[in-house]
């Protein structure tokens, strides 16, 4: 497959499809199914949560790097069963979907996201908003992130983190 | 026990004989929050301001805040690390409104008034005026006009920053065990693997009491415990430096620790909780111990971090009296290979805003405040090791260290 052929009718299927992945990425944290999180990702695939201070002086720490199915796994076991936090929800809203590259099978793309966050008592904020960057294959005719690096806006993080964005 | 019935500071009495009760008015009272900026913050403590890493050149510059006063932290001509407050002699604006950049000198946009890299006023927009109108006065004199600056240090690699005149060198403010604690750490020189911030929707002091409450963290953080980064049983102990100001917590992986584990009561829970990849959990001892945690506080609101290969300084700022923002700076050796920098950044993933192991400091602080504010005359109690200011062998359950703070507290603030 290659984004770069003129052909319009293939570059706005391709667009629909990751429109599609993203989608489904986002309703099933918001819909707190994180169980289904670490399918989104390939069994080697790579997440990681950084800041654009850190991006634009190119500093490698992140908040979270997960790297293979068992570090996402264990995100989300951390959070049903060790980590203490008080209850909230996420409001994803992702747009401006850009496909940046397509070789190798390796398409790369990148969207803006923004969360609004909501607390059991019913208090409201703009917890975060920032870019996906992304790498994406596929596979068995399904799509799934072979890297998916969040940069945050801000280099704040209310409280805690602990839903993956 | 007196009561606080009064709105002014200056009538706040200590409720207590010692530090093992603190009134829960010291969290919410706005007051006290602009004393304690006075008093602690521009007072006699030494501030932490950035690393001298992160200015490696002459003109390099980094602002910060020292309490809740912004500050401007510069490597002059000569390589002399300069400190100064951040606002304008002529109308109080800014002078550097970026978080960090390389100049020849200071220039404020506002009316382009220039100060040099020790904070001296070098020139004024307009001086002489326009066709000889306007301008300033002959007895206008230059040396009145500068920058607001602060003493001073840099120790290990570490700037720290007071405005006091007396307080005596970094040295001796820590102590000498406190100094070799920074030593056992920061063995090389040091390079900045990156930054994040987290916002504590609580008072400065209660993440301050957080760090040096050892009794905590194998209760609360449940990872502490099922991955024996931290458990009651393990080895290390409690430095607290002779003023009570400082602390260092401590805990060494031994042998009889794992075997111990099965005798603590702790939250059921914990006990079944496994993660699946626990690579992140390797130690690579690199300071030639054991330790596996070592929490070290500097008075008022330093935090120096090797929990196992994750190294990191958090700076604590004042947001406002119910509000503070925690800057962790994570720091590898400049001397790190690919290998090793990678391997940060996985145990990283134990730390911050979105670390297994310290998530929960975010929450528990504003809980308290959320519950505190409704009743500043009531008491919180600390009676764990006794109402002592001590260090302890062998035993992190104590809050002597959180007693020793609110000593420093009171000594600055008069109370």
Redesign the interface.
């Given at each position: 497959m290659s984004y770069t052929t003129p052909d319009l009718e293939y570059q706005i299927s391709l667009k629909i499809r990751v429109d599609a992945l993203n989608a489904d990425y986002i309703h099933a944290i918001d819909d707190d199914r994180l169980e289904e999180w670490p399918n989104f990702f390939t069994s080697d695939g790579e997440y990681s949560?950084?800041?654009r201070?850190?991006y634009d002086?190119d500093?490698?720490?992140?908040?979270?790097?997960c790297?293979?199915t068992?570090?996402f796994?264990?995100r989300i076991?951390?959070l049903r069963?060790?980590?203490?936090?008080?209850p909230h929800t996420y409001c994803h809203t992702i747009s401006a979907l850009q496909i940046t590259g397509d070789s190798d099978g390796v398409l790369k793309t990148k969207a803006n996201f923004s969360i609004i966050r909501t607390m059991s008592e019913g208090e409201m904020m703009i917890f975060a908003a920032g870019r996906y960057l992304d790498k994406i294959v596929e596979t068995d005719g399904k799509l799934l992130f072979s890297e998916r690096r969040v940069i945050l806006e801000s280099?704040?993080?209310?409280?805690?983190?602990?839903i993956p964005i | 026990m007196d009561t606080i019935d009064s709105n002014s500071p200056s009538d706040f009495v200590w409720p207590c004989e010692d530090t093992s009760q603190v009134p829960f008015r010291v969290y919410t009272d706005e007051d006290l929050y602009a004393l304690e900026q006075k008093r602690i913050f521009q007072g006699s403590v030494w501030n932490f301001l950035c690393l001298d890493c992160e200015i490696p050149k002459p003109g390099d510059y980094k602002t910060t805040y020292a309490g809740d006063t912004p500050i401007i932290v510069v490597r002059d001509e000569n390589g002399a690390v300069n400190a100064m407050v951040n606002r304008c002699a002529h109308k109080g604006s800014l002078v550097c409104y970026k978080?960090r950049g390389n100049v020849k000198e200071l220039t404020c946009v506002y009316h382009n008034w220039v100060y040099d890299l020790q904070g001296g006023l070098k020139a004024v927009a307009f001086r002489r005026g326009v066709g000889g109108k306007g301008g300033l006065s002959e007895e206008f004199d230059d040396r009145n006009h500068g920058l607001r600056t602060l003493r001073v240090e840099v120790f290990r690699g570490l700037i720290f920053g007071t405005f006091s005149e007396k307080t005596e060198p970094v040295s001796d403010y820590l102590g000498m065990e406190l100094v070799a604690a920074v030593d056992r750490v920061l063995i090389k020189p040091l390079k900045?693997?990156?930054?994040?911030?987290?916002?504590?929707?609580n008072n400065w002091k209660l993440y301050v009491e957080n760090n040096k409450d050892s009794y905590h963290a194998s209760l609360?953080h449940?990872?502490h415990n099922?991955f024996g980064v931290v458990r009651p049983t393990m080895g290390g102990g409690i430095k607290i430096s002779d003023s009570g100001w400082h602390h260092l917590s401590y805990t060494e992986r031994t042998d009889i620790s794992d075997k111990e584990i099965g005798k603590e009561k702790v939250r059921s829970?914990?006990d079944?909780?496994r993660?699946?990849?626990a690579a992140?959990m390797e130690h690579k001892p690199e300071l030639g111990d054991k330790v596996t945690n070592n929490i070290q506080t500097v008075f008022p609101t330093l935090v120096i971090q090797q929990i196992l290969n994750c190294l990191a300084v958090r700076q604590l700022i004042p947001r406002g009296v119910h509000e503070s923002?925690l800057?962790w700076t994570?720091l590898g050796f400049e001397d790190d290979d690919a290998e090793m920098?990678q391997h940060?950044?996985?145990t990283?993933?134990l730390v911050?805003?979105?670390g297994?192991i310290s998530?929960?400091d975010?929450?528990v602080g504003?809980w308290v405040q959320r519950a505190a504010k409704s009743d500043g005359e009531a008491l919180t109690v600390m009676p764990m090791g006794g109402r002592a200011i001590e260090p302890s062998q062998g035993s992190r359950v104590t809050e002597a260290a959180v007693r020793g703070f609110w000593k420093g507290w009171r000594e600055c603030m008069g109370i």
């Open positions: 949560v950084s800041t201070e850190n002086l500093l490698p720490i992140c908040l979270i790097q790297k293979g068992g570090m796994r264990d076991s951390a069963q060790a980590n203490i936090f008080e280099r704040r993080i209310d409280t805690l983190l602990v | 978080p900045v693997l990156g930054y994040y911030s987290q916002i504590f929707k609360l449940v990872f099922t829970k914990q079944t909780y993660l699946e990849d992140l923002e800057i994570i920098t940060r950044i996985a990283n993933n911050g805003p979105a297994f998530m929960e975010g929450a504003a």
